[in-house]
């Protein structure tokens, strides 16, 4: 496996924090209701330069936390993905309309999320603004909050629909520009201790980061159940965290910025199974 240990002096204050121990991903399979098997681990795409190989974040998680993503009777976010279905189905906004009076049902949304972000129209566009946009033009309704548990419970529901699907996001095209953008944010220094989400997902992914084990920052299971948090958490909201942790001054959920961050981060695990909802600590 190529992936850089060293840590540059700018990001020093991590050495504080990353203890030398290593604890590699586990060799656990995720079998989802004894009959889904995830892609957990597979060859990393072309356009990544550092790392040979891809993991689930499922495979940094503890056997208890792990446990509880492998059958939906455990799995704490199907609460709000049955809300979800209520949701889907009550007439909301000036419109008289509900999600189910121009779809079917939300199987009509499988393969969506494996596919998202995409370029619609020259904008780039995630889950949660077609959703707005669905509930602003179509239903003439109020749009949802970013990371309230309507919304992600709603990307939750959509991106189950999707679950056991290898991620596979375009990145060319009328995409690039976006993509290297996001790329360019990933690699990015910020805040006061000088981190970039490279450094603790690219370079130390496998060490301890004080009681966590580093992942590669995954998002192929968001929104994901966090138990910390003891709710469904959007992308964007984890994004925030992570810069926030480094002492710096944040993009806002719903910022181009960090619509370009999802796609480049997405596209990192093109090719492991889209897991929507997953659990994590």
Same mark, same amino acid.
Request: glycine share 8%; aromatic share 8%.
């Given at each position: ?88 189905? &009550?007439?909301? $906004?000036?419109?008289?309309? =509900? #999600? +189910?009076? @121009? !779809? ?9 999320t494996a596919s998202m972000p995409k370029v ?67 690699? &990015?220094?910020? $805040?006061?201790?000088?981190? =970039? #989400? +490279?450094? @603790? !997902? ?36 984890r994004f925030r965290g992570c810069i926030r ?37």
């Amino acid at each position: 496996m190529k992936k850089a240990i060293a840590i540059s002096s700018g990001a020093a204050a991590l050495c504080l924090m990353v203890t030398p121990l290593l604890a590699e991903p586990d060799d656990d399979s995720l079998v989802i209701n004894e009959e889904l098997q995830m892609v957990t681990e597979t060859e990393a795409p072309d356009h990544l330069e550092y790392v040979n190989t891809i993991y689930s974040g499922w495979r940094f998680r503890t056997d208890e936390t792990q446990a509880l993503q492998l059958d939906d009777f455990d799995n704490p976010a199907m609460l709000t993905v049955d809300a979800a279905i209520d949701a889907f189905n &009550t007439v909301d $906004g000036s419109e008289g309309k =509900s #999600c +189910a009076s @121009c !779809h079917a049902g939300p199987e009509d949304f499988a393969g969506l999320t494996a596919s998202m972000p995409k370029v619609i129209d020259g904008k780039l566009v995630v889950m949660e603004d077609l959703l707005n946009n669905h509930r602003a033009k179509a239903m003439g309704a109020e749009p949802w909050k970013w990371s309230g548990q309507e919304m992600q419970g709603m990307v939750a529901l959509i991106g189950l629909q999707s679950r056991g699907m290898p991620v596979d996001v375009a990145i060319d095209g009328e995409a690039a520009p976006f993509w290297e953008k996001g790329k360019e944010i990933y690699y &990015t220094r910020y $805040g006061q201790l000088e981190l =970039s #989400c +490279a450094n @603790c !997902h690219e370079d130390n992914y496998g060490n301890m980061i004080r009681a966590d084990h580093l992942s590669q920052g995954q998002i192929n299971g968001f929104p994901t159940y966090r138990l910390k948090q003891a709710k469904l958490i959007s992308k964007h909201n984890r994004f925030r965290g992570c810069i926030r942790d480094t002492r710096a001054e944040t993009f806002a959920e719903g910022s181009d910025e960090f619509r370009a961050l999802e796609l480049y981060v997405q596209s990192r695990g093109n090719g492991l199974s889209v897991e929507t909802p997953a659990v994590r600590q």
